[in-house]
């Protein structure tokens, strides 16, 4: 008789069998290209273009020291190659030394104005160390790519509060690709954030990429949380529990997630399931001070003052100037 499952397995062996040859053949063309690296160089130890070939492979596989040797000596022998500077660069960022960095990415652009790669790094760097330069280099550097830049220039933007140019260069990224998770995260948290002077707060596209994002992804738990946050943050308590209990779904061990259901049932006035959430995320943290404090109130509200006065005391063993917790126990 025909055994699937015999077949099955054979399958599964074969393609186990690719995956590792395949890995193998990756390791031995790496180590094949290295070894004719080396030779070429033996033959003409002054080419750049194959000391920054190996020293690419180097960086590639985080072989920093050896890396550095060679772009170090490309660097003696021509200063002037932008793909060398580009390469230097990266190579003394990952070592920690970024006044290299910028130095050799500023005469990178010296050389070429134009080069994007160059221009990117640089005004990465700048918004890193949160020069003031930053801002004027993301427009250049947008002036100069299409209005793309990178995620990591936009969520600068964001914390600067430059939300409308956040937003602008989002829509721009969303538009090459419509379902990009990180795109829509970055679009549903800005369009979701209730602060005074946040200009691009929009209910209507918060809960659009929202809603996009969980019907995409809904193994992404982080989306729950962002979404439920916000909608607790609006005081639609109901739809960020049901948002709240679809992470839980995912994870049981974020004490958070239980201690804003905790507030939204207090808000709800379900007050049994509110300190049963507070005793959840206590659980998860005994230290979790305002966890306690959340607690003692509700058994206050419900009048159980010696059960308010342990969860005082908890707040004192944990900070002994603790003002709300002096003053529940002097009450």
């Known amino acids: 008789m025909f055994n699937i499952g015999y077949v099955k397995n054979i399958v599964l062996i074969l393609l186990c069998f690719y995956l590792f040859s395949c890995q193998n053949i990756s390791n031995s063309s790496q180590a094949s290209s290295l070894d004719s690296l080396s030779i070429l160089i033996q033959n003409d130890p002054s080419s750049i273009d194959f000391l920054k070939q190996r020293a690419s492979i180097y960086l590639k596989n985080n072989n920093l020291e050896l890396a550095k040797t060679d772009i170090d000596h490309a660097y003696e022998i021509f200063k002037n190659d932008p793909e060398l500077l580009l390469l230097r660069g990266d190579l003394y960022f990952l ?64 914390e600067i509060k430059s939300y409308s140019k956040a937003v602008f260069f989002l829509n721009n990224l969303l538009s090459r690709s419509s379902d990009d998770k990180e795109v829509l995260s970055l679009l549903a948290i800005i369009h979701s954030d209730t602060s005074s002077f946040n200009n691009q707060f929009n209910v209507e596209l918060a809960d659009q990429y929202f809603s996009k994002l969980v019907r995409l992804y809904p193994k992404n738990k982080i989306s729950y949380y962002n979404f439920g946050k916000y909608k607790q943050d609006i005081f639609q308590y109901n739809e960020a529990l049901k948002l709240y209990s679809r992470y839980l779904e995912l994870d049981t061990s974020n004490k958070y997630i239980y201690y804003n259901m905790g507030f939204c049932f207090l808000q709800l006035e379900d007050y049994n399931q509110s300190i049963k959430a507070f005793t959840e995320a206590i659980n998860l943290d005994n230290a979790f001070l305002i966890a306690y404090h959340a607690r003692a109130y509700l058994y206050e509200l419900i009048n159980l003052p010696e059960k308010a006065k342990i969860d005082w005391k908890n707040c004192l063993m944990l900070n002994p100037s603790y003002i709300p917790a002096l003053e529940g126990l002097n009450k």
Do not use: G, H, P
């Open 95 to 158: 070592l920690n030394e970024t006044r290299i960095s910028k130095d050799s990415w500023q005469r990178c652009l010296e050389l070429d104005a134009n080069n994007i790669d160059c221009r990117q790094k640089l005004t990465e760097l700048y918004c890193l160390v949160k020069d003031q330069k930053c801002t004027a280099m993301i427009d250049t550097l947008a002036l100069l790519n299409n209005n793309l830049i990178s995620l990591d220039l936009i969520v600068f933007l964001k």
